[in-house]
C-alpha cells in the first residue's frame, strides 16, 4: 500500500439511502434505454457470436458446476469475478495462491462468456462457477444471496454499477485487481463513476498512470496499491500429451515452411491486415499462417475470408489432408502453447478495437506485433517496445516487411529472444503483491 492510502476499514461506505436513491435512479433509465440495450447485445451476437449476452441463466443464476457446493469450508466467501477466457487465465492464478496461503478460504468463480464457463468445467471439475449477473439489480440481487460472498475481486474491469452498489448494501468488500481503466475522471459523467468507484475498497492498479487517470475520482478511504501486471507472471499452461501430438502434427503438416501467428483476431478487418501481409511475405519469403480468431463462432467468416484469396485452409478440429497455407485454431485454451511453434506473432484487436495481451508469445521468445490501437494494453505495448521486441505496424505492408525480416535475419530473432526474456524477468511479482492485499483485505 501507498502511504497515507490504505485505509484501516476500507472505503467509506456510503449511506445505504443513498445507494438505494442510485440504484433506483440508474435502473428506471437502464429500463428506458432497454430497446437499445436489447438491440445492441442482438448485434454483438450477430457479429461476435456472444450468445452469453441473452443467455437466462444470468436472470437466475443457477450453480453452473453440477454437484460442486459454492460454499463448501467454513471460512469468508471470496467471488472472483472473471468476464471472459482471458481474465481466466488471471483467476486461476489468484485461486492458487489464495488457497495455498488461505486454505478455509471459499472461492467462487463467476464468469459471463459461454465458451469460458464449459472450458474452466473442464480444466477445473472441483472448481465453484456461478454464471456472471446481468448488470441490472434484481439478477444481482439474486447472485449476492446465492453466493453470499465477503470479498468480491473483480478481474481488470469494473464498471458495475448495480454489482458495486448491490455489493456495499449487503456488507461485501470489493476488490478490482489489475486495474485498468480509460475512463476520464472529469465531464459529464463525472459524479455517476465516482459513485461507483467509491464502492470498491482496493485498487491494485498496473501502474502508477492509471492510478492517476482516476485519482480525482478515488475515495479518500480507498485502499490504492500499484502491484504491476499479473499478466506477466503467467506461465503457459501446458497440454496433455494427445493433445500436445496432436497440434504439434497438425502444424507440422508443412514441415519446411516456416510458421506466423496472428492470434485473438476480433474483427473481419483483423484478418483483412493479417492475410493481406501474409500474401505480400510469401512474395519474397516461404510461410504459412496459424490464425485463430477470439470468438469461435467467428471461425466460419474466418475460413470464407481465407478461401475467398485461394488460400488452403486447415481447421485444428479437422485438419485437412497434406500441406495448408493457413491454420485455423477453432480451439479454446491452446493459442498460448501454440505460439512457441511459431516465428512471429501478431496480437489482433488492435487494427480497431480494445486490443489483447501481447506477453503470451514473448514468453517463448517469439516476437510480437500489432496494430495502431493501443486499446487496453497500451502499458504493455510500450513495456515491449522498451524492450525491443514488440512492432507497432501501421499497415499490412509494415507487418509484412517485419515478417519477412524476422524470417530472413537470424541475428534480429536471436536478439528478440534474449531481450524478452530479460524483460518478462525484470517485470514478475504482480501476482504476489497482488494476492498480499488481498489477504489484508479479507482479514
Known amino acids: 500500500m501507498e502511504p497515507g492510502e490504505a485505509g484501516a476499514s476500507g472505503v467509506d461506505r456510503q449511506p445505504a439511502l443513498k445507494q438505494i436513491l442510485g440504484l433506483i435512479g440508474l435502473n428506471l433509465i437502464l429500463l428506458l434505454l432497454s430497446p437499445f440495450i436489447l438491440l445492441k447485445k442482438l448485434s454483438r451476437i ?3 457470436g456472444s450468445r452469453h449476452e441473452l443467455d437466462w441463466r444470468r436472470w437466475f443464476i443457477p450453480s453452473m458446476q453440477s454437484g460442486v457446493s459454492v460454499t463448501p469450508k467454513s471460512g469468508p466467501h471470496v467471488v472472483i469475478c472473471a468476464p471472459a477466457f482471458g481474465e481466466l487465465r488471471l483467476a486461476e492464478a489468484l485461486t492458487k495462491r489464495l488457497s495455498e496461503l488461505r486454505p478455509d478460504v471459499n472461492i467462487i468463480w463467476s464468469i459471463g462468456d459461454l465458451a469460458t464457463i464449459e472450458f474452466a468445467k473442464k480444466g477445473h471439475p472441483e472448481q465453484a462457477i456461478v454464471i456472471a449477473p446481468y448488470e441490472h439489480v434484481f439478477p444481482v440481487m439474486k447472485w449476492s444471496r446465492k453466493v453470499r460472498p465477503d470479498v468480491i475481486v473483480l478481474v ?21 485487481v489489475n486495474t485498468r481503466s480509460n475512463k476520464k475522471d472529469s465531464g459529464l459523467l463525472a459524479s455517476y463513476f465516482r459513485w461507483m468507484v467509491h464502492n470498491v475498497d482496493l485498487f491494485c492498479f498496473l501502474s502508477g498512470e492509471g492510478k492517476q487517470r482516476l485519482r480525482t475520482l478515488l475515495s479518500p478511504g480507498s485502499r490504492v496499491c500499484v502491484t504491476g501486471n499479473m499478466k506477466l507472471d503467467l506461465e503457459i499452461k501446458p497440454l496433455g500429451n494427445d493433445a500436445q501430438r496432436s497440434l504439434e502434427t497438425w502444424l507440422a503438416s508443412s514441415p519446411n515452411t516456416p510458421l506466423v501467428a496472428a492470434g485473438s483476431t476480433g474483427s473481419a478487418m483483423d484478418e483483412t491486415f493479417v492475410l493481406d501481409a501474409l500474401i505480400e511475405a510469401r512474395k519474397a519469403t516461404p510461410v504459412n499462417l496459424l490464425l485463430a480468431p477470439r470468438r469461435l463462432a467467428r471461425v466460419p467468416e474466418v475460413v470464407a475470408a481465407v478461401k475467398a484469396r485461394g488460400l488452403k485452409v486447415s481447421l485444428r478440429t479437422s485438419p485437412s489432408t497434406g500441406t495448408a497455407d493457413v491454420y485455423v485454431l477453432d480451439t479454446l485454451g491452446e493459442l498460448a502453447f501454440a505460439y512457441q511453434f511459431t516465428r512471429a506473432a501478431f496480437v489482433g484487436d488492435t487494427v480497431v478495437g480494445s486490443g489483447h495481451n501481447v ?3 514473448l514468453v517463448w521468445g517469439v516476437p510480437v506485433s500489432y496494430g495502431m490501437s493501443r486499446g487496453h494494453f497500451g502499458d504493455l505495448q510500450v513495456l515491449a517496445e522498451s524492450f525491443g521486441v514488440g512492432f507497432r505496424c501501421a499497415s499490412s505492408g509494415q507487418l509484412a516487411a517485419h515478417w519477412m525480416r524476422v524470417l530472413t535475419d537470424e541475428g534480429f530473432a536471436g536478439e528478440i ?12 511479482g504482480a501476482t504476489e503483491r497482488t494476492v498480499a492485499a488481498l489477504i489484508e483485505l479479507i482479514g
Do not use: D
Open 417 to 428: 529472444a534474449e531481450n524478452a526474456k530479460r524483460m518478462i524477468e525484470s517485470e514478475r
Open 156 to 176: 481488470e474491469k469494473f464498471w458495475l454499477a448495480n454489482l458495486l452498489a448491490v455489493s456495499q448494501l449487503h456488507g461485501s468488500r470489493v476488490a478490482v
Open 46 to 48: 450477430v457479429r461476435k
Open 359 to 361: 506477453i503470451e508469445p
